[in-house]
């Protein structure tokens, strides 16, 4: 039997007044350096599959010339071109150009049909089969509010495509940590009613099942933390983890989960703690991506886990404040894209994944 080849990965192009046209430049440009661009931290040992970027080839032109990356753009119209083309020009797949005045470092709302354009098209090539897997860029959501785009971010819009029924889970990780934050864009004040005892339960299975399938974990060990300071100190501090934490945690067990907790969140991240598994889950947003970006910010990926297809990102944002400057770092997406690619390989052969 022929081997099944990865269909290209499909790359979003995010704010285009953030980092993200200058990170897909400088992607392309390292894929053809190996190792120049990586970091200690960075994923290695598989090779990265080409990729498209889905934009306006206007915009992507105006950064290699603004920064002058010598990156020769090839546009395309059809995905399956990518792996020819990758080899001496970045394969743009162009989508409509509103022709509105791109700035670097100014997230403009006249932009969020481009923002927003992309990240559609890039969802309905993967869900076709015609590209392997999402790869985003990162979205300046304050500008994508401003035009009237009503999801918190990709993680609920990329839901909202893959229809009714989805639950998406969060998940970043890097070389030394996995997190997986429970509730994710909303306020503080909003937490403690959101967690609830099914809500813990569903996560932590998806966050299971994604562990084998795609990360070749064979027996996911869960760690939960609680929500209020030292877990609670017996009732003292909070309740939420006798009343919603700890129950979640003994259904799951029952049902032949590996899962450890409620862990004060403050003692769960050091380097012994950590040993002890695989992915923590955290109630609130800050609590799991505080330990995941301060470990290793730069070679850091957040994932979209409970999705029909595979979705991978930096982990950082659009970078206003350097956006235009060339001082961006590409470890990020490189990490983001090698992480898809796996997951795309894996997925083929699922009996030896690697990540
Ligand atoms: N997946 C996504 O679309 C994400 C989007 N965001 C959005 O990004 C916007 C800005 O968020 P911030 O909290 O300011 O975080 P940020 O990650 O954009 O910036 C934080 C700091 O890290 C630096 N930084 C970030 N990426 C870098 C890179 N690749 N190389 C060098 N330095 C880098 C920035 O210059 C800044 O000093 C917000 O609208 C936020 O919602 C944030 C995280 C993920
Ligand atoms: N802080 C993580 C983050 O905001 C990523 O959000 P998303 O756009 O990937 O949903």
Redesign the pocket.
């Known amino acids: 039997m022929v081997a099944q080849q990865p269909k290209p990965l499909a790359l979003t192009l995010g704010d285009p007044g953030g980092i993200g046209p200058e990170l897909a430049l400088k992607a392309w440009l390292a894929s053809r350096l190996p190792g120049e661009e990586m970091s200690a931290n960075t994923w290695k040992g598989s090779a990265m599959l080409p990729f498209c970027l889905i934009a306006p080839a206007r915009i992507v032109r105006q950064y290699a010339d603004l920064l002058t990356l010598d990156v020769p753009i090839a546009v395309i119209d059809d995905p399956s071109l990518t792996p020819d083309v990758f080899v001496n020009a970045l394969p743009v797949f162009e989508i409509a150009d509103n022709g509105s005045i791109v700035e670097p470092g100014i997230a403009a709302a006249t932009t969020a049909p481009i923002v927003i354009d992309s990240i559609k098209t890039a969802v309905a090539l993967t869900r076709q089969g015609r590209t392997s897997a999402v790869v985003?860029n990162?979205?300046q959501?304050s500008a994508l509010y401003q035009a009237g785009f009503s999801h918190?971010?990709?993680?609920?819009?990329l839901a909202e495509l893959a229809g009714p029924g989805t639950v998406p889970v969060?998940m970043?990780a890097n070389s030394k940590l996995r997190v997986v934050p429970l509730t994710?864009?909303i306020a503080l004040s909003q937490v403690q009613t959101a967690l609830t005892i099914d809500l813990i339960v569903t996560q932590a299975k998806i966050t299971a099942a994604a562990m084998m399938r795609d990360f070749g974990v064979a027996r996911p060990r869960l760690a939960i933390a609680g929500l209020n300071p030292h877990a609670g100190e017996g009732g003292a501090m909070g309740t939420e983890e006798q009343t919603i934490i700890a129950p979640a945690i003994t259904q799951l067990q029952a049902e032949g989960y590996d899962v450890i907790g409620p862990l004060p969140a403050d003692t769960m991240f050091h380097e012994e703690a950590r040993a002890a598994y695989d992915v923590a889950l955290c109630p609130y947003?800050d609590q799991a991506?505080i330990p995941v970006k301060t470990l290793d910010f730069h070679g850091g990926v957040?994932i979209?886990l409970g999705l029909p297809f595979i979705r991978t990102?930096p982990?950082h944002?659009t970078a206003l404040n350097i956006a235009g400057q060339g001082v961006a770092r590409v470890d990020s997406l490189l990490a983001a894209l090698n992480m898809a690619s796996k997951m795309a390989c894996n997925r083929l052969s699922p009996e030896s994944p690697t990540i």
């Open positions: 985003t990162p979205i959501k918190p971010g990709h993680t609920e819009f969060m970043l994710i864009h947003h991506l957040n979209t990102s982990d944002g």
